[in-house]
């Protein structure tokens, strides 16, 4: 009897839709769907950036933040992750007006979605981004590219920035990837199909790397070819929970567990001391090991085994959101 009801509940609601697509007439601002994803896209960008200025207006606003670098200041690095789990919040509330409030679509649908794989989805992500990087540094260690010189920290300490880099870079994750394979990708896919929004967030998530400290052309690349690891994990998916766990991870391992550095940035306190050499097409330079040719092969293998032979598939209700309104049948059901 509940299957019966549910069906016909889906039935109703497919009709109403039907009926409102075939309502609206397209128009500059309007489509067969309702508001374009052009308009709606930019309604998230200025909220988040209005949020994110009025967020740095604050802190700017207290001298005792000024200055802070987070490659030799600790307090630096803490606020640093503050920072990302406050622009995360207003990238994600933002993002509740064009798709709540003016598509009418249930929050679930924005890429971070509850249910019983949300957390062995984060935690696959978390052990596959720690095999990466652990495969990488053993090939660069047996190419000569990097030597390790013992422990940095003892156990206490390690314990300690273990975990403060685990929650800090789950920060960084649910920041970057909500941001640019979230709802970027979520409406440059409804308007210009899925290809076209995988290259452009690629580019663009590259593109925000450039003026990172240290940061090098070789590193750029690599920074292009994990976006397509991670769009790929997203896909699998249809959420942004193995790819959040699988971004942490992976700087995570760089940052604290290898004391590498992460996008040219080298954080205080890290586990192993590990040591550069070589030319920088191998080891990475300033990069880091982002920076190395042995990173973007396994960034795009890994891609390529996770899309064509991981046994992983999306929850019934996500997948079902996807396909309404993020790869949506809409266009099909207005010519219905």
């Known amino acids: 009897m509940e299957t019966e009801h549910s069906t016909k509940i889906d039935v109703g609601d497919k009709m109403r839709h039907q009926q409102n697509t075939r309502d609206i007439k397209p128009g500059v601002l309007h489509n067969a769907r309702g508001v374009r994803s052009g308009w709606r896209l930019l309604i998230w960008l200025i ?15 207290v001298p005792a933040l000024r200055n802070f670098n987070p490659r030799t200041n600790s307090m630096a690095l803490y606020l640093n992750f503050v920072a990302m789990a406050v622009l995360f919040a207003i990238a994600f509330a933002a993002a509740l007006v064009p798709a709540v409030a003016i598509e009418k679509r249930p ?3 924005l890429g971070l979605p509850f249910h019983h794989r949300t957390l062995p989805e984060l935690c696959a992500g978390f052990v596959i981004g720690v095999v990466l990087i652990g495969i990488t540094m053993t090939l660069l ?4 590219a990097y030597s390790f010189a013992g422990f940095n920290e003892g156990l206490p300490a390690a314990v300690k920035w273990g975990t403060i880099m685990g929650l800090g870079f789950l920060c960084v994750g649910l920041f970057e990837e909500f941001c640019f394979r979230g709802y970027l990708l979520q409406n440059l896919s409804d308007a210009a199909g899925l290809k ?20 090098n052309p070789a590193g750029i690349i690599d920074v292009f070819a994990a976006a397509i690891l991670l769009t790929v994990c997203i896909l699998k998916t249809r959420s942004l929970w193995l790819a959040v766990g699988l971004h942490a991870s992976w700087d995570w391992g760089q940052s604290f567990l290898f004391g590498v550095a992460d996008s040219g940035t080298k954080v205080p306190g890290y586990l192993l001391n ?7 097409w191998l080891s990475g330079g300033t990069a880091g090991p982002e920076g ?44 219905g």
């Open 47 to 61: 909220i988040t950036g209005a949020g994110a200025l009025a967020f740095s207006f604050l802190l700017s606003m």
């Open 274 to 280: 590990s040591l550069p050499h070589g030319p920088a």
């Open 141 to 144: 260690r047996i190419c000569g």
């Open 196 to 215: 076209f929004a995988v290259f452009i967030t690629s580019l663009l998530f590259s593109m925000a790397h450039m003026h990172n400290p240290g940061e």
């Open 107 to 109: 929050i679930s649908s």
């Open 292 to 335: 190395s040719i042995v990173a973007v092969i396994i960034h795009l293998l890994a891609a390529f085994i996770i899309y064509k032979y991981a046994p992983i598939h999306a929850e019934a209700n996500t997948e079902a959101q996807w396909k309404r309104y993020i790869h949506p049948g809409w266009r099909k059901q207005a010519q």
